[in-house]
């Protein structure tokens, strides 16, 4: 089990190393399809993800957090090849539920697989310093891959298509060296029961789980709500910057110093805690700054500082978001939970997404930018209020 942690730093660097991540909207649009379109694609990514993750981390608990991930990597593969070499709207809607269903089979397995190899005694030590150093691995891949991907599409996206296909074919093999840990709980009541039936009652009862527990799921649909926010802008800075001007190559290094930002924040966030006074500090005065952030974006011509604060936040905020959760959740229901958690982001992102490329197209990005800050807005209020009400119950 221990060993299962060293593979998972080689396999998320893997997994991270995309290369078509900070360009994939640049190179539809040069390709001929519209700001629509392309959200309309994006939201065909979170239709399917918010279809499919509770099914998907089902199927983790239930038989294999490994197979899930090895096949999350075969369907990611066949969706790479398509955003390369198709130029069909319809063909590229299928690439997308392809791609949405490879993340869904690795979201709630890989981090079930993660927390479940480490022993019940050192957990709540180790897992924390352990999430910061895969959060770190995390954004220090995607540097590498903005940087690596913006230099190459200057000289020919065949380049940046290639290596990323070599580099899903590596973190697939790695996912096939992982040991499957073995959980103990109800899940070995379920055995000899038909699968669709086995699917059925590990749903309910992990939604049984969520209801119980209700600041968790809380905490969990705010967070997604702000990190639906950040996916967003990165998405579609994209374009605004490329039609201001910017290459791909100076619209990587944007990205990769909010990714390096993120990933030191990740890495140092057992002692930031401690310095801020503790987790609840942290998840009080953290949505105070992404809202200022979110105002920088949408008001200031220099745009890409707040980005970059952003970043800074993003990552502090994605490690203590998760170290709450996991200690909560009862591990025969672990990777159904948070699959749950990336089913809330989906829910977020296919109302949301497809309306900031329509604003876009027919008004103005930067409109578009204010209407998430206002909003943004409006969700903070709700968040302090929810928080005041909860510490006035407590006391």
């Known amino acids: 089990m221990k060993n299962n942690i060293i593979k998972e730093y080689f396999f998320i660097s893997f997994f991270n190393l995309d ?18 379109e392309l959200g309309i694609m994006e939201s065909t990514f979170h239709i399917t993800s918010f279809l ?14 490994k197979a899930s991930r090895i096949l999350g ?8 090849l398509i955003l390369f070499l198709s130029t069909s709207f319809a063909v590229q809607l299928f690439g997308f539920v392809l791609c949405a269903i490879g993340y869904n089979l690795e979201s709630g397995a890989g981090e079930a697989l993660l927390y479940d190899s480490l022993a019940p005694e050192t957990r709540e030590q180790k897992y924390m310093k352990i999430v910061g150093i895969k959060e770190f691995l995390i954004q220090a891949s995607s540097i590498i891959a903005l940087l690596t991907g913006g230099f190459l599409a200057t000289r020919g996206y065949d380049l940046v298509f290639s290596l990323s296909v070599s580099v899903v074919i590596l973190s697939l093999l790695t996912a096939f060296t992982f040991r499957e840990p073995v959980i103990v709980g109800s899940n070995e009541k379920k055995r000899d029961l038909h699968w669709l039936k086995q ?27 702000i990190f639906s926010f950040t996916v967003s802008l990165f998405f579609y800075l994209q374009n605004y910057w490329k039609s201001n001007g910017l290459t791909e190559f100076h619209i990587g290094a944007i990205f990769a110093g909010a990714s390096l930002l993120s990933g030191l924040t990740s890495l140092f966030a057992q002692k930031i805690e401690k310095k801020a006074g503790g987790e609840q500090n942290l998840v009080f005065g953290l949505p105070l700054l992404l809202i200022i952030a979110l105002w920088g974006v949408a008001l200031s011509p220099w745009k890409f500082p707040f980005y970059i604060l952003i970043g800074f936040m993003e990552g502090l905020l994605c490690v203590v978001i998760s170290h709450y959760i996991n200690r909560l959740i009862p591990p ?16 977020f992102m296919i109302g ?30 709700i968040y302090y209020l929810y928080r005041y009400r909860a510490k006035g119950t407590k006391s």
């Open 73 to 80: 990597r075969c369907f990611y593969l066949v969706s790479l």
């Open 19 to 36: 290369l078509t991540r900070g360009l994939w909207m640049i190179y539809l649009a040069m390709r001929g399809f519209s700001l629509i």
């Open 52 to 65: 499919m993750e509770i099914p998907t981390g089902a199927v983790a608990d239930l038989w294999s957090r």
């Open 332 to 347: 025969e229901y672990r990777a159904t939970v948070l699959s749950f958690q990336s089913m809330v982001f989906s829910f």
């Open 352 to 381: 949301f997404f497809p309306v900031i490329g329509w604003l876009g197209e027919r008004s103005s990005l930067n409109k578009a930018f204010f209407l998430m800050a206002l909003f943004g807005s409006l969700i903070g209020v």
């Open 199 to 225: 699917l059925k009652i590990q749903t309910i009862e992990s939604f049984r789980v969520i209801t119980k527990r209700r600041e968790v799921a809380f905490y969990i649909i705010f967070s997604e709500l």
